[in-house]
């Protein structure tokens, strides 16, 4: 991919690979914005990929919480349905989505299709369920004694929560939330059925450097470079605390 960033079209094509480009050009990265919007997608996924990660651990880490330490009628059962929810492709939800949001529109008046929150809606949903039952087995190996002690030194059940629980359950919540940002950030299937041209994601707008007469390689390895930074960047920044939250996740409770 980086290579075929800095070769001409014609170097692509050619019969023979090569790793090393002949012709070193940087018009891939400079055109790759005039063929197809990029940008703007890139603006799209990041507003959306961001919007789902923020509202996911969010929800999730009080819903972890919630489930972790307190016992309650139907307890079983909801957390029953979180794992039910992972045996379903995506693909089923495609059209009871699109049903449900046009009903909201016409009923609410809230527009739910190429918009912003829609989408945020649409992936949080997706990603929401596993992330609870992660966060939720990271809590259980948090000591129960914890809170009690924060309790007793004057802490309210809240603020006992953020002021002590979730500095220690800084991991989980890293793992969480890189895992809800890759998911929105990768998925086109309702992308491509849910959006339209003011919302469309990266994902999509790959897919629109080959056309029927003509196929940008060049371009599309340059824009798919640009696309994997923000990934890049915030798996190396939080490394270390994913590892450490996917490990204790998939072992403790």
Known sequence: MISGSFKTPIEIQAMEPTWI????????????????????????????SLGTMIVTVVIGTLAAYSISRFRFRGRNAYQLSLFSTQMLPGILFLIPYFVMFTWIKNTLGIPMTNTYHGMIFTYTSFSLPFSIIMLRNY????????????????????????KVILPLAKPGIAAVGIYSFIMAWNEILFAMVLTRTETRTISIGLLQYITSNQAHWGQMMAACIMTTIPVIVLFTLMQKHIVQGLVSGATKG
């Not at 480009?21 to 959306?48: E, W």
Request: glycine share 2%.
């Open 139 to 162: 809590l259980d190996s948090v000591p129960r004694e914890i809170d009690e002690q924060a309790m007793i030194d004057g802490c309210s059940r809240v603020k006992a929560l953020f």
């Open 21 to 48: 480009p002949s012709t070193f050009t940087l018009d891939n990265y400079r055109d790759m914005n005039r063929t197809v919007p990029i940008l703007k997608f890139f603006k799209n996924s990041l507003i959306i």
